[in-house]
């Protein structure tokens, strides 16, 4: 599952003068209104700094304690000086390890217990933080669903993004209008509890999606404005095939009978069907049997890998 394994160093940009950040203790004060924004960079020097100058407007109108943490992954340019200007509290790491890998490290040095994350590209509108943030008093997780009235999403990645979704929402068991938005207000601590599921890469937004709605968590899609990037996409055409592994090995881990119930049935049929067929010829063959013997040993391996991710998932929770 790619799982990832924290090796390398974070470190805490500094410049002429420190960030001025609060105290866990201070911050405590304010919980129920605070909001840690994390933020992914890497190579984000155009966008980074009118991102967090936007967000920083709309929480001050809105009277929202809050700070900004930017990763920057990495950056090969001006990313973290732009960010540090905008006075945004800015952790680096010394080499890119991947948008899943900067939002562990900055959801897990958040002063806040509730976090929002968002990416520094302008394409997400942080004037929808706000409400999200109020849904979040409810909600375990509150998702930016780009569903609004302008979206820009590239014709080109739509039929994927269609096919994904689908897909997500059968597994799942929940219809999902947006699987892996990069714009979410969550509470750490859920964060915390699948962190080590939790990949290093772009998967990261599917997979909490999966791990909180097929853990009963409660998951609120808020409407929202998707605008044109500033600078390059990193997102390749390679990863719609690594999405759907993932989303298929998601749903193994935590409900596996959605995936093994329905291949088990279509052998069986198949070969219930084939051994019908096969009465009427008086002559029994080997499709039959390999249809009726493969689906029986597909729900077996189905029961199985059930009761394990059962017993798994319920040790882990236990132990932490």
Sequence with gaps: MNLHTRTQP???YQGSRSPKTKSREDASDAARLALSIVMP??????????QIKAIRKVMEDHGIEHEIVVVDDGSEDDTADKAYEAGARVLQHPCNRGYGASLKTGIRAALYETVAIIDADGTYPAEALPAMLDKARTYDMVVGARTGEHVAV????RPAKWFLRTLASYVA???IPDLNSGLRVMKKSVVDRFDFILPSGFSFTTTITLSLLCNDYLVHYHPIDYHQRVGRSKIRPIDAYHFLLLILRTIVFFNPLRVF??????LFVTGLA????DIFLDNLSETAVLGLLGGFIIWTIGLLSDQ????GFGMRSRDS
């Design 154 to 157: 590239p014709l080109a990645r």
């Design 261 to 266: 119930l329905p291949l088990g049935t279509v």
């Design 10 to 12: 974070v470190i805490e």
């Design 173 to 175: 068991k929940y219809r």
């Design 41 to 50: 960079a890497f190579n984000e020097e155009d966008g980074v700094g009118a």
């Design 308 to 311: 394990i991710a059962r017993i």
């Design 274 to 277: 084939k051994l019908i067929y």
